[in-house]
């Protein structure tokens, strides 16, 4: 398993933007799926985006209406979920998650899991 580390969470006011990154030690070629989930009170953890790490292929949740955009960095072996005009509904704790073998939307699909970042998203 792959250690990860989130970071970039916070609290913005609707409309508002945040950075996340979650920094990972490397991967293998044949587990090079990244996403980011989140999960609200009470409710269940949903993919927000992945990325294909060997040929860029990226997906995004029906929710996320184009407002978020996940990036790889190769040189620092960082992923990052930009995530803009973001509204209320988008507070949650959000994961990074690791090791699928392509861009999966469940979430046991990933056996390498970050500690979670907190974002708060206020009127």
């Known amino acids: 398993q792959v250690p990860l580390v989130e970071s970039g969470g916070g ?3 609707v409309g508002g933007s945040l ?3 979650c920094q990972t030690s490397g991967y293998s070629y044949d587990r090079p799926g990244v996403a980011w989930f989140r ?3 009470g409710k269940e953890r949903e993919r927000v985006a992945c990325i294909n790490r060997n040929n860029g292929y990226t997906a995004y949740g029906d929710f996320v209406k184009e407002r978020f955009t ?3 960095d190769k040189d620092k072996n960082a992923v990052h979920l930009q995530m803009n005009s973001l509204e209320s509904e988008d507070t949650a704790i959000y994961y990074c998650a690791a090791g699928a073998q392509w861009c999966a939307v469940i979430a046991d699909s990933y056996p390498s ?3 979670g970042t907190q974002v708060t998203v206020s009127s």
């Open 11 to 13: 609290s913005v006011q």
């Open 70 to 72: 996940i990036t790889e």
């Open 39 to 41: 999960q609200a009170p």
């Open 113 to 115: 899991w970050g500690q």
């Open 19 to 21: 950075r996340l990154s």
